[in-house]
């Protein structure tokens, strides 16, 4: 089975703690993780969290 190296791109974000938004940014953060923990092969699971921290970024 290949290794999986996470590339210096991934890093989780830095939220800010002013205004209203702080609770938005931490629900978003534990919704990628939640999705990423339904998956269970440990490669998808990695590429799942890029992808949902990406997509919602867009």
């Not at 931490?26 to 490669?43: M, Q």
Request: hydrophobic share 40%; glycine share 6%.
């Amino acid at each position: 089975m290949a290794r999986v190296q996470v590339s210096s791109m991934l890093r989780p974000p830095v939220f800010s703690r002013k205004g209203d938004g702080y609770a938005e940014q931490h629900w978003f953060l534990c919704e990628a993780i939640w999705s990423a923990k339904n998956t269970t092969a440990s490669n998808a699971k990695i590429i799942e969290f890029q992808t949902t921290l990406r997509g919602r970024a867009l």
